[in-house]
Nanobody
Framework: QVQLVESGGGLVQAGGSLRLSCAAS????????MGWFRQAPGKEREFVAA????????YYADSVKGRFTISRDSTKNTVYLQMNSLKPEDTAVYYC?????????????????WGQGTQVTVSS
């Protein structure tokens, strides 16, 4: 049973930073693709960032490129999303996701497992 547990959300002022964590358990993730998505109130879930667990290529939404960084620590089975220069429009529930196929696409349909989400609120 794959489990993804996000943490690190909170309230931050515009221009500030947060680091989200996604602790993965239940199997070996070396061949998986990992992604971050977010959903703001009244809006559809949208892609934020993705990477292969094995490393290499990363992929970002245009809205976060240059401000957010996805990374992972294999020793801790944890994926991170470092968020800098936060803006009020980054306010959302952030979800971690895992894809068995190592895909690093932007469609939520490509991911097989999801965490419960963590709230990020950016005040102006």
């Amino acid at each position: 049973q794959v489990q993804l547990v996000e943490s690190g959300g909170g309230l931050v002022q515009a221009g500030g930073s947060l680091r989200l964590s996604c602790a993965a358990s239940g199997r070996t993730f070396s061949s998986y693709g990992m992604g971050w998505f977010r959903q703001a109130p009244g809006k559809e879930r949208e892609f934020v960032a993705a990477a292969r667990w094995s490393g290499g290529t990363t992929y970002y939404a245009d809205s976060v490129k240059g401000r957010f960084t996805i990374s992972r620590d294999s020793t801790k089975n944890t994926v991170y999303l470092q968020m800098n220069s936060l803006k009020p429009e980054d306010t959302a529930v952030y979800y971690c996701a895992a894809a068995r196929s190592a895909v690093i696409g932007s469609s939520s349909n490509e991911y097989d497992y999801w965490g419960q989400g963590t709230q990020v609120t950016v005040s102006s």
